[in-house]
């Protein structure tokens, strides 16, 4: 299973972009999937994350301003990112816990290669 980000890149504060990651490989289910974010000197935090069937909770730093969904059919997700602000600028990493066929019982954790996402100010 591999996760593909893409859609990074440079905009100006109070600008928008839109982060995709697909899920490929053998899948048989995803449950939940997320955006991280790693700062510099600090851990790596969550942005947003989305069940499966939907519920999405976000960090009250991006709140309001972005917007994750995802599409089951095509192991897809996406997050909107509205009103950027200079310290949003970070790589961004998708997250996916999936089960690769129905005998598991638990899902295996994916990270994505991470996309760069740079606000200028």
């Known amino acids: 299973v591999q996760l593909q980000a893409s859609g990074g890149g440079l905009v100006q504060a109070g600008g928008s972009l839109r982060l995709s990651c697909g899920a490929s490989?053998?899948?048989?289910?995803?449950?939940?999937m997320g955006w991280y974010r790693q700062p510099p000197g600090k851990q790596r935090e969550l942005v947003a994350a989305i069940t499966s069937d939907g519920s999405a909770n976000y960090a009250s730093s991006v709140k309001g301003r972005f917007t994750i969904s995802r599409d089951n059919a095509k192991n897809t997700v996406y997050l909107e990112m509205n009103r950027l602000k200079p310290e949003d600028t970070d790589v961004y990493y998708c997250?996916?816990?999936?089960?690769?066929?129905?005998?598991?019982?638990?899902?295996?954790?994916?990270w994505g290669q991470g996309t760069l996402v740079t606000v200028s100010s």
């Open positions: 490989g053998t899948i048989f289910k995803i449950n939940d």
């Open positions: 997250n996916a816990n999936i089960f690769v066929s129905p005998s598991e019982y638990t899902p295996f954790n994916y």
